[in-house]
């Protein structure tokens, strides 16, 4: 009988220390779930900004050729008003992560609405023609991003 209760226990003893019954969910490596949304790891880049290595300065260099080429393209139309404009638009563009530019949304006071009619189609025009850019990049993924332009108009 001795016999059989040790036979017993040095089973028992065998099967509980079996890594066969180990937790499987301790061998799962963590992934990082939290995603923070409002950053982005690279910004857009037009051609002439690539080479440029730090970060700051590429959006430095972003933020100054978009407002070179909207400029540039404004400058193409003539903007006649009845009084002096002075005011700021604030036009909302997307870029896609095909690295094309389009109008998400533009805010103009209703005042300088009446006055130039026409703003809001003429700025829709000039972000068609933006060459096309390299994309935000998220985690080695291009993502699509918002950026919010204000455009001073003046007399």
Do not use: W
């Amino acid at each position: 009988m001795l016999k059989q209760y040790s036979v017993i226990i040095i089973c028992l003893v065998l099967l509980v220390s079996c890594t066969f019954f180990e937790d499987r969910t301790k061998q799962v490596q963590k992934v990082d779930t939290i995603v923070d949304f409002n950053s982005i790891d690279a910004f857009p880049l037009f051609p002439e900004c690539k080479n440029i290595p730090s970060r700051d300065k590429q959006q430095i260099c972003f933020q100054l050729e978009m407002a070179q080429h909207i400029y540039a393209a404004l400058k193409q139309y003539p903007l006649m008003a009845s009084e002096a404009v002075n005011d700021t638009i604030f036009v909302k563009l997307r870029i896609g992560i095909n690295g094309k530019t389009r109008l998400s949304s533009i805010k103009i006071p209703e005042k300088t609405s009446e006055l130039l009619p026409k703003f809001d189609s003429i700025v829709g025009v000039t972000l068609q023609n933006i060459p096309k850019l390299q994309p935000a990049i998220k985690r080695n993924m291009p993502v699509s991003t918002e950026f919010t332009l204000p455009i001073i108009l003046t007399n």
